[in-house]
């Protein structure tokens, strides 16, 4: 039996004041009349959301997630809108809109744990920002620099404010920083909403020709291996030490064929790697989850499943 689909998790990001919302809105109008049942989670670190208010008028569900920022204090918040926007009300599409001081990282790394991979399918990052002052070596610093890094959209939006000089300058920056994302040049956030929400194949890019922010730096990666089987421990032991260089986190649950115990995996380049006995009230579906860059995504694969115990 084929397992049903996920439902599409869309992540948009930037920083304060960019037209994040703006352009939130355009993107339930476009699935409104597309007949899609839209659930939005709205992150606001102040206790009450205004702009949960406006998306509520072409949402079919609005959550919002105040108080607190979704990629630290109101992580678990995450989770549980997830599960209540997919599951109660059967939802088609979520889309997350973090707050502006957000860790795009951090959201990223939540959204990939295992029970929010059992509600919804990560689409599509999308990261609307506006011009600022380049660093003296023309690189983008600061906050903006984590936003760009794990963009697949970035919406460079206020083109009617800047001069075109000043926003040349930045725009060639980010196409030099981020050659996997594609770019898209605004006013009052105005783009094709198709056009941005079309899935894509991310370019395969030469190890060390995508350089970002100082650093070389491919598009991050995302992927789940389903682990049906208890695995034998000294073959996973062997896989987990031989993790490809680009491989910069994983994460996950299992089981071993000496043990009857639930185990969670745990990576963190270059120092974080543990394998421990966990208890779970309610227990997700064995797998684990990498997040990396340019990294050999079938050998992960192939050479993790052969760490399967027969059937």
Known sequence: MTEPAKVPLYLLGGPLGAGKTTLLLRLLAYWKAQGKQVGVLM????????????????AAVVRNITGGCVCCEAREDIFRGLMELTGEQACDVVILECSGVADLEDV??????LPCLAWVALAKVMVLIEPVALAVDRRIGGRYAGLVRYADEIVLNKRDLYAPSDWERFRAALVRDNRAA???????AEVDPAALLAPRRRPQIPRGTNVAFGSPRRHPMVMTVP?????????????????????ERAKGLCRFSDSEDLHEIQFSSPVTRWVGIVRLQCEPDPALVLIGRDYDQKWCYHALQACLCPA
């Open 43 to 58: 992150n606001e670190v102040g206790a009450v959301s205004i702009d949960g208010l406006r998306a509520e008028v072409l």
């Open 108 to 113: 990223v790394d939540a959204v990939t744990d």
């Open 182 to 188: 594609r770019l898209w040049q605004t006013v009052k």
């Open 227 to 247: 682990l049906p089987r208890p695995m034998h421990r000294g073959r996973f032991t062997e896989w987990f030490n031989r993790l490809p260089e680009g491989v």
